[in-house]
């Protein structure tokens, strides 16, 4: 799940895990960009969410946090983008220190800025308008 991003999500996150079979990886959605047409939660919220998960579950493998999730600015192109992206994966280095906490994943970029992400440290993008341009076919 890559867009945890409230008190709210995460209490039912926890209580829907209980008695599974398999677990959930989650990715906390931060709003890097500050982009008020974006989705994710502060940096601060973030961290306060991050906290709370450890609280409630340090001892349940079944809802592991294992990244962060962040889109890049709508405008300022692709110097934007890397500025945002970067400052996503810093974050997320601070925190894996800071709480000793493995996160390996970084979901970041879409088909505009994908390559950016990448550069920056994505583990996974996300693209599907680049997919279907040219009749399918990518460049």
Do not use: C
Request: overall charge negative; proline content about 1%; glycine content about 10%.
């Amino acid at each position: 799940m890559h867009s945890l991003d409230s008190d709210r999500l995460l209490s039912q996150i926890l209580e829907d895990v209980v008695g599974r079979e398999s677990g959930v990886e989650l990715l906390l959605e931060v709003n890097i960009s500050g982009d008020a047409a974006k989705t994710g939660i502060t940096i601060s919220d973030a961290e306060l969410l991050l906290e709370r998960w450890m609280e409630q579950n340090s001892n349940n493998a079944m809802a592991k946090i294992v990244g962060l999730m962040g889109m890049g600015s709508l405008n300022g192109g692709a110097d934007q983008a890397r500025n945002d992206f970067e400052s996503l994966r810093k974050l997320r280095d601070r925190w894996s220190v800071r709480y000793s906490l493995p996160l390996p994943e970084l979901s970041m970029g879409m088909s505009d800025d994908f390559e950016v992400a990448i550069e920056q440290g994505a583990t996974m993008v996300r693209i599907g308008s680049i997919l279907f341009q040219n009749d399918g076919i990518i460049n």
